[in-house]
């Protein structure tokens, strides 16, 4: 920064000095060596009231301080952009890696789910089929028990000594008794 970029407030001082005719906006940013030809041009007039005891000397040395303030701060400032922009990289440093690594995650995750979605649909395809092989199978068997006769119980050979007893409802006519029979022979085996 050169001296003619530094501007300092001095509307006062000007207008003691002569220099009203400057725009208030122009006066507040005048360059320094603009205030170092209004001292020189007044400085052989004594005004104690814009300047009392204050030389040339002691203004260019208060404007130098200032300066020396002014970019102290400002190297300060830049100090301290220029680490917390360092800081935020780190961060966004770590986010990205954090990212990367939940996004890596998720990957792993999801095929993990598709796999046993997969193992899932294929069990349940399997008892489906499994079911339906069973449910056909007893039709099948079903079927095949219908299609045949019932089978009837073989007739049990009354013990010997035991006669028969025959119900014969009120009413029937009997026609001739049949003549007693002799006991009944159990089937052959088959």
């Known amino acids: 920064m050169g001296g003619a970029a530094i501007g300092i407030d001095v509307s006062d001082s000007m207008r003691r000095m002569g220099l009203e005719n ?4 122009e006066v507040k940013h005048l360059p320094l ?3 170092h030809a209004a001292l020189d041009k007044n400085g ?3 005004n104690h009231e814009a300047m009392t005891d204050l030389t040339r000397q002691e203004v260019e040395a208060t404007l130098a301080r200032n300066k020396a303030e002014v970019d102290a701060r400002l190297a300060n400032f830049d100090t301290s952009i ?3 922009f360092a800081e935020l990289r780190a961060e966004f440093a770590e986010l990205r ?4 690594k939940q996004a890596s995650d998720t990957r792993v995750e999801m095929a993990n789910v598709r796999a046993d979605t997969q193992k899932s649909a294929t069990e349940i395809t399997r008892w489906v089929v499994g079911f339906g092989i069973a449910i056909l199978g007893a039709m099948f068997t079903l079927s095949k028990v219908g299609d045949k006769s019932p089978v009837q119980p ?4 009354a013990p010997a000594g035991v006669p028969y007893v025959i119900a014969v409802p009120p009413g029937a ?3 001739n008794p049949p003549a007693p029979a002799s006991p009944v022979a159990p089937p052959a085996s088959k």
């Open 22 to 25: 400057f725009r208030n906006s």
């Open 97 to 100: 890696a954090e990212l990367a």
């Open 173 to 175: 006519a009997i026609l």
């Open 33 to 35: 060596n603009s205030i």
């Open 44 to 46: 052989s007039q004594p």
């Open 82 to 84: 220029k680490t917390g």
């Open 154 to 157: 073989a007739v049990q050979a």
